[in-house]
């Protein structure tokens, strides 16, 4: 069986009935998303591409504040994109959000059957739960314009929990396959104190339970490394 297979029957496994309940659930502890989705500054005629949408929650939301804009996602399971289907029809955007599954490691614009690059990439709590989060990180920076960007929110290194918060939610986390990956905030703070202008932003959540960050294609090419 090849990996796009395994990781496919992985995420159906846990979201076949997940999936119903999941915008509910999910609203009280991934915090920081509509932050970062009102920080967008999306312009009518520009592009973004959501890797880990699920049920396109988040692409719905960015549909209807950006009016203009065309919108992607990609998941890797095909039971999370069923309801990501009828929340785009029911919401009327079905001729801007356009759906694909696939692998975050091995996207492209060609994925969703197109030639030009993306204006911006988004990761909404999603590299903490792709194994190859490096790998995912290289195409979705290969995926844009020189000058297009990544966005990013996720888990933090949780160390404003203490040891026994820590502890507990990382343990519950790993139920759904979920990893907090401190390493990218350690290298995220590490081009914070170098970038001071230009299109990057990083902001930690309180008790550092999640970040927010927006950084160029160079940035997260970093990241990945």
């Not at 312009?43 to 065309?70: D, F, H, M, Q, W």
């Not at 909404?124 to 490096?134: E, H, R, V």
């Amino acid at each position: 069986m090849s990996a796009t297979a395994v990781h496919s029957d992985l995420m159906d496994s846990v979201y076949r009935r997940q999936r119903y309940i999941y915008d509910f659930t999910r609203k009280y502890y991934l915090f920081g998303r509509d932050r970062l989705i009102s920080g967008l500054a999306l312009k009518p005629g520009e592009s973004l591409v959501e890797i880990g949408c699920g049920t396109a929650r988040n692409l719905i939301r960015i549909a209807k504040l950006y009016p203009g804009t065309t919108l992607y996602g990609l998941d890797a399971s095909a039971e999370m994109l069923k309801s990501a289907e009828r929340a785009v029809d029911r919401a009327g955007l079905s001729g801007r959000i356009h759906l694909a599954q696939g692998l975050a490691e091995q996207m492209s614009s060609s994925t969703f059957g197109i030639e030009r690059p993306f204006d911006r990439a988004l990761f909404s709590y999603a590299l903490s739960m792709i194994p190859d989060w490096k790998q995912s990180l290289r195409s979705a920076s290969a995926s844009l314009r020189p000058t297009g960007t990544v966005h990013i929110v996720d888990f933090g290194d949780l160390t404003g929990l203490g040891t026994l918060g820590r502890t507990a939610l990382t343990n519950w986390l790993s139920l759904f396959h979920v990893s907090p990956r401190s390493e990218i905030v350690s290298k995220i703070e590490r081009i914070a104190r170098k970038e001071s202008a230009g299109n990057a932003h990083f902001s930690m959540l309180p008790a550092r339970y999640a970040f927010i960050w927006r950084g160029s294609r160079a940035s997260a090419e970093y990241l990945a490394y």
